[in-house]
């Protein structure tokens, strides 16, 4: 008798299904293979659960990349700490356990400093810049592991060294930790932090386990042979730095930061038809080992107080920015534009604020192009062309001039910015949260005050 299919059910998108049918008077429900039943076990203790469908489509390269450059990390980090045990004296018949004790003590102390101190020094902006940063510390964890081997080489100043490198790898640990928060929030899609970061240290545990059994055979091998330590050295560091940076390339973010905010909106201004990039292709121009160069240093976030110092320079100020919810400020000897945020400002106007920040930019872009550079914007109406003739006065240009610029951008901004938040969401950018960064001051004002001149 032919039996019906009366049920399927699946665990997961990618899992074998349960078919449940009847036939013969019975219900009868098919079982798995046993090597679809180990592949579902695999899933389960090293994948979030629900993959794919739970994480970022970039979740799987990401991991494959990140699970070579923890292999390659952990035997170079064998080979250092086989030269620190050398430099801090096991093996030698003359070094005491006080000075042992004494030297690990300074080292880890450093260490703790070093880390304060990058936390506090650079902490706000790695969430900004997640990938530069994680790039950054796998080079860094490289140089010092790079100490490490030759501290032997140099008793004398062991201390001084071991130190040097106990705070980079304290570094290391804050921005590795940091980054690692911000790509685990883009990877997972149900809210579902707390599993991606499981499941992502289950599979490092794993591959540090490999490594570790490996690093008992190598170990013996490099004892005392340089050649073949150092060779092991280069090969694994090159690896480890090939693979984290075909990691952080191949991360495609959808939230906008300072870095590919400027490249959407360059592209965006230069092309004809106002064209706007994918995050894909915005996320591949990205750089990652250095900051993207910009004419102007943006301020985001300003005090009034750095560049008001007279009331008409807040009445000018106030003036020239309409009624928006931010004010902007350009100090043109210095190359710095400043932007004050409202207490009340959103989101998105933040972001218009950056939109009309890089409208400068490209302006300040232009002008070099007509100085025998290459073309980077299109001159699209009179406001634009307004714009590029006061700025092409350089630091000649007086104090009025450079209220002017910043009303002239203003109003490129109001005419362009509804079309390129359209365009930002329907090209699969999200506008909200950002990664723009602002800092923390915050202002009020009131124009009719300031036009009556009793508020100021």
Known sequence: MVSTVLCEERYGSQSEPNIYSYGDGKLSKNNFSRTSSIRQIFRAVFLPQGYPDSVSSDYLQYQVWDTIQAFCSCITGTLATQAMLKGVGVGDESATAAAATITWILKDGSGMIGRILFAW????SLDCDAKRWRLFAD??????????????????????????????????????????????????????????????GSQETLVNLAALLIG????PLASGNYMLTWSLFFIFTFLHLYANYRAVTCVVMETLNQTRLHLLVQVFLQSPDLHMLSP???????????????????????????????FDDLQDCLKCNG?????????????????VLHEDITVKQIIKACFQAEVIQCAYQQVKFLQGGTPTVLLKDQSQGELIEYIRKGKSMTKSETWEVLRLSARVA???????LKDLEMAGWKSE?????????????NLQGVQDKKIY
């Not at 009624?323 to 932007?339: A, V």
């Not at 109001?414 to 390129?420: A, N, T, Y």
């Open 121 to 124: 020094y650079q902490g706000t």
């Open 139 to 200: 080079i860094l964890n490289d140089l010092a592991i790079c100490i490490e081997l030759v501290s032997p080489l140099f008793p004398s100043v062991f201390v001084i060294i071991a130190c040097v490198s106990s705070v980079f790898r304290s570094i290391v640990g804050v921005a590795g930790g940091a980054t690692r928060a911000a790509l685990t929030m883009h990877q997972a899609r149900r809210n579902n932090m707390a599993d991606v970061s499981a499941k992502d």
């Open 216 to 219: 008992l055979v190598i170990t």
């Open 280 to 310: 894909a292709k915005t996320n591949a121009m990205e750089p990652v080992l250095w900051k993207q160069e910009k004419p102007l240093k943006v301020n985001l976030g300003s005090s009034l107080a750095t560049f008001i110092s007279s």
């Open 323 to 339: 009624n928006e919810i931010f004010l902007f400020g350009l100090d043109i000897k210095k190359g710095i534009l400043n932007i």
């Open 414 to 420: 109001d005419h362009l910015f509804p079309r390129f």
């Open 433 to 445: 949260p950002t990664q723009l960064c602002p800092d923390e001051w915050r202002a009020r004002w």
